[in-house]
């Protein structure tokens, strides 16, 4: 436990410091946004090397993939109409509308379609190229983390403070209720595939943490429902990847939920595209306070220790 909180702290540490750092030139802010824009596009690379090796969940045993599909359709559905009634009574009035969300929807789609090809290309990559699997997870790490510290150089040149991103009250809420949401859908899943209430909430506490969930409700519940685990949470990050853009403009605080876990690192640059960069203390705030909430509910839930 100490060590995953060890860890999220240590990749917020290139944000703080980019709070450190302003820019008031133009010049210097278009090639920051460049700079940026490419990042964003060797991470999604490095997502799809990734994915290139999730090769454990075994094809045969077709309940695993019905399982996984439950509960990501009915935490996603559940989370959504929760959110979306938070959305309309409670609208966000500071949300940036980027590039990305002033486009049309075909446009909207183009963009969607190009990040997945993106990812696409790094899983074929994976697949041709096995020893790159090693070498990505060093590198995925350091390149978030020139991330967060190019999006706080970014933040702070815009005007945004540092509390505005750890005290966000939008995210606190909205963090509280996407668990809520998101473990009320977990029940309903495990009602309709009939299984204990304890374990339903176990696997509905990833929200998008693929890597952590499978291993830690594999230790609790064996290798099928640690699978279980595994593809409902890789199924939300696709999900996230895919309609993060179209929800961000109509109901943005439903397309930072989808990201879950991952609003704080995978997802993040989906976010930053189609929200702005006001967008980012919004999903920093949310996703840290879920990926704190995952491992401890996780294991209060199923009764293991990582």
Not at 215 to 241: C, K, M, P, Q
Request: net charge positive; proline share 4%.
């Amino acid at each position: 436990m100490i060590q995953q909180l060890s860890a999220i702290l240590f990749i917020l540490l290139p944000l703080f410091v980019g709070f450190c750092i302003s820019f008031s030139n133009k010049k210097y802010m278009i090639a920051l946004n460049r700079i940026i824009n490419f990042t964003v596009n060797i991470i999604l690379l490095l997502i799809g090397v990734s994915l290139s090796h999730l090769s454990n969940a075994n094809i045969a045993l077709i309940k695993i993939p019905i399982y996984a599909a439950i509960f990501l359709c009915i935490t996603l559905i559940v989370n959504g109409f929760c959110i979306a009634i938070f959305d309309k009574y409670f609208p966000w009035k500071h949300l940036q509308q980027s590039e990305s969300c002033e486009k049309t929807n075909s446009f909207i789609w183009q963009d969607t379609v190009k990040q997945l090809g993106i990812v696409a290309i790094g899983w074929l990559l994976g697949k041709l190229f096995p020893p790159l699997i090693s070498l990505m997870e060093g590198a995925i790490n350091y390149l978030l983390m020139l991330l967060l510290l190019l999006i706080g150089i970014q933040l702070r040149s815009s005007g945004i403070k540092l509390h505005q991103v750890l005290l966000n009250k939008r995210g606190v809420v909205l963090a509280i209720l996407s668990v809520i949401a998101t473990l009320i859908g977990a029940i309903i899943a495990g009602m309709i595939i009939g299984i204990p209430i304890l374990q339903s909430l176990a696997l509905g506490s990833g929200f998008g943490w693929y890597s952590l969930s499978g291993s830690v409700l594999t230790h609790a519940y064996g290798a099928f429902w640690g699978t279980v685990a595994l593809l409902n949470d890789l199924g939300r990050e696709i999900f996230a990847l895919i309609f993060i853009p179209t929800l961000m403009k109509r109901y943005p605080s439903v397309a930072i939920s989808t990201g879950g876990a991952t609003a704080i690192d995978f997802t993040l640059p989906t976010i930053l595209r189609s929200g702005g960069v006001m967008a980012v203390p919004f999903a920093v705030s949310y996703s840290f306070i879920i990926n704190v909430l995952s491992p401890i509910l996780m294991i209060v839930f199923s009764g293991k220790v990582i």
